[in-house]
């Protein structure tokens, strides 16, 4: 069966430091693997996703980048911490059926950031 | 835009009952549709999901329900349980490229009372 992890769990840090959060998928191979952000009282939002090692596509400027360096690793990364980024981030993977098939999104217990 | 809705922030049913949960989209390319649940601080778990070619998916105690006419679905939860105290999400994908793309309303938060 499939797995998802992240690490850590949660994470206090200062307003200009750095980040890295990862995400690791065990159980399937070639998976599509996304980021989310869900900020205090709001929806999903997809930060970045990932098709394959080495290919990001990003839904939303901002601060923050995502690198693929294994097929099922996932990093979230950022130079320098805003107030703005605190939130509850989520790694997600899914295996497609078909091209023209709907997908199914497995997500992970998902880190808890608070920036201060 | 918003192109998926939960239009209830929140709703409260008492155990036993039904709980209906309704989503509504705009985009007529979407045709995958799923719901979450989201229990605080942990990530979403999968229920259910439905395809366009169908208007109902039943699984267990859920069922969900497509009216792809008036671009509206529904969770029916019956009969509702405390452990059903959540957040649910509605999502759905368009076919083609890029199908693997789950577009997300902004939950409806359901409390089950016993």
């Known amino acids: 069966s499939q797995t998802i992890h992240q690490w850590p769990a949660t994470l206090v840090q200062p307003v200009g430091s750095p980040l890295s959060l990862e995400c690791t998928v065990e159980?399937?191979?070639?998976?599509?693997l996304y980021w989310y952000r869900q900020a205090a009282g709001r929806g999903l939002q997809l930060l970045f996703y990932s098709v394959g090692i080495g290919q990001i596509s990003s839904e939303v400027p901002q601060n923050l980048s995502a690198s693929r360096p294994q097929d099922r690793q996932f990093i979230l990364s950022s130079k320098k911490l805003l107030l703005s980024d605190s939130g509850f981030y989520l790694c997600?993977?899914?295996?497609?059926?078909?091209?023209?098939?709907?997908?199914?999104?497995?997500f992970g217990p998902g880190t808890r950031l608070l920036v201060l | 835009d918003q192109q998926v809705k939960q239009n209830s922030p929140s709703l409260s049913v008492q155990e036993g009952r039904i709980s209906i949960l309704n989503c509504d989209y705009t985009n007529s390319m979407f045709d995958y549709f799923l719901w979450y649940k989201k229990y605080p601080a942990e990530g979403p778990t999968f229920l259910i999901s439905?395809?366009?070619?169908?208007d109902k998916n039943e699984d267990g105690r859920f069922t969900v329900f497509l009216n792809k006419s008036a671009k509206h679905l529904s969770l029916h939860i019956v009969p509702s349980q405390p452990g059903d105290s959540a957040v649910y999400f509605c999502?759905?994908?368009?076919?083609?490229?890029?199908?693997?793309?789950?577009?997300f309303g902004k939950g409806t938060k359901l409390s089950v009372i016993p």
């Open positions: 159980g399937t191979s070639n998976p599509n």
């Open positions: 999502a759905a994908s368009a076919n083609g490229a890029g199908s693997y793309q789950l577009t």
């Open positions: 997600a993977w899914s295996v497609g059926v078909g091209f023209y098939s709907g997908e199914t999104q497995y």
């Open positions: 439905i395809s366009s070619i169908k």
